[in-house]
């Protein structure tokens, strides 16, 4: 409400008279963003049903060149028109969140434009010269306009969500390279409409291939991503397991496998739905990736069981990332959606199972059939614990001396 009253308000300061040649312009983008979004319709209904974070568009290339060409009503009246076609044309999403899109990219221009006032060339590209200077001070305010827009779909987010975190509210960082991208696609289309309209088809074709790569990226790390907790699923962490095992060979480093499974979790699913269930899932996932390093791999096996392998990590690390891993899992206290509204979810527990490579064998079968004993080890001994598998031929000594929890708080060697 805070950001729509924003652009209202906006958008009240603006109604100045609107110069004679601005209506041509406006025509020509209302034209160009309606008939870009008839042409990739079914590529955005793709990308929208495919996209798992903030979603970014691309229809930046004709806000901004709105920004940089039109008076201040008319890019509000230009932001409202392609929301609506695609509101209409594409998916009837949640009508508020629509509305804060449209608020939200209002106020991103806006703030383009205060910084173009401000520097003393308010609505003036069309008679600025095309030099050094001037490139500055379109990527200037290129840069404001994705600022203000990140800061406050993100902030959206956080306020949104149970558990934000930077990396749970952010898009990827390519994803952000895209929207420069058709920043920079709308900066050419400004020039395009200023100096030779007919390059605007050019600036259009390449919007719509770079909207058409854009979902086969989608598609292709859907492919590889478990819907539910954003994790690797199965096939693309196996696939991505063996070639770091290959990668490695015998005589490498040492690699852990933590096999991490639930304890009890039906009981979840029994009790609260299986929408708490998923929130439960959703934030174990999340509690995992924290304890771990960026570019060690992170699965969800099936149901209620996780998968990590650690490169480079030898026994005794590997035993302190599962025992932090399973205390921040028990510390867990969720806000999850129950059959009957929200409730506080406690005592969630995991129980771990290590084994290690080349100690308990070569192949990535091996190392799972060793993990999969511990697992049941631990869950015998009590859940809730860490067990490192027993090698083939000689005990390693960190599965001696790793300490092993139990419920009443006691340590066993």
């Known amino acids: ?66 920004v940089l060409l039109l008076h201040p009503a008319l890019t ?17 999403r949640v009508v508020h969140r629509m509305v804060f899109n449209i608020a939200a ?13 401000a520097v003393g060339h308010y609505h003036a590209f069309a008679d600025l010269p095309r030099d050094i200077p001037t490139f500055g001070l379109v990527a200037a305010a290129a840069a404001v306009f994705l600022i203000t827009n990140t800061a406050l779909v993100c902030t959206a987010v956080a306020l949104s969500s149970p558990n934000p975190t930077l990396r749970t509210v952010t898009a990827d960082w390519s994803d952000y390279a895209l929207e420069a991208a058709t920043l920079a696609l709308g900066a050419l289309l400004a020039w395009a409409l200023a100096d030779w309209p007919v ?28 819907a539910k907790t954003g994790l690797l699923n199965t096939d693309a962490w196996y696939d991505a397991a063996h070639r770091e095992l290959t990668r490695a060979g015998r005589h490498g480093p040492p690699a852990g496998l933590l096999m991490i499974d639930l304890d009890h979790f039906k009981r979840i699913n029994d009790t609260y739905g299986h929408l708490a269930g998923d929130d439960a899932l959703r934030a174990v996932a999340h509690t995992i990736t924290e304890q771990v390093r960026g570019y060690d791999l992170v699965g969800r096996f099936g149901g209620e069981e996780f998968v990590v392998l650690l490169p480079a990590t030898d ?4 035993v302190s990332i599962a025992e932090r891993i399973r205390d921040r899992i028990a510390a867990l206290v969720l806000p999850v959606r129950a059959n009957h509204g929200t409730v506080l979810l406690r005592d ?36 809730n614990q860490v067990a490192y598998a027993t090698e083939p031929s000689t005990s390693d000594p960190a599965a001696a001396t790793a300490p092993r929890k139990h419920f009443d708080g006691t340590n066993s060697p």
């Open 105 to 117: 990219s209002i106020c991103s221009a806006g703030a383009a434009v205060g910084f173009l006032a």
């Open 348 to 383: 969630i527990t995991a129980s771990i199972g290590i084994a290690v490579h080349p100690n308990h064998g070569d192949q990535l079968e091996q190392l799972f059939t060793a993990a999969d004993t511990a697992l049941l080890d631990a869950k015998k001994a009590g859940r």
């Open 76 to 92: 509000t009246a230009l932001i409202i028109i392609f929301y609506g076609h695609r509101w209409l044309r594409v998916a009837h």
């Open 199 to 226: 390059m605007a088809l050019p600036v259009i074709a390449v919007t719509l291939v770079l909207h058409g790569k854009v979902l086969m990226r989608q598609l292709r790390e859907a492919a590889r991503t478990d």
């Open 315 to 318: 026994p005794p690390h590997l």
């Open 1 to 66: 409400m805070t950001v729509a009253a924003t652009a209202t308000t906006l958008l009240a300061l603006s109604l100045d008279p609107i110069p004679a040649r601005d209506l041509g312009v406006f025509a020509v983008l209302v034209a160009c963003c309606i008939g870009y979004g008839e042409a990739s319709r079914r590529t955005e209904r793709a990308r929208r049903q495919y996209s798992g974070t903030p979603h970014i568009d691309l229809n930046s290339v004709w806000m901004f060149a709105a």
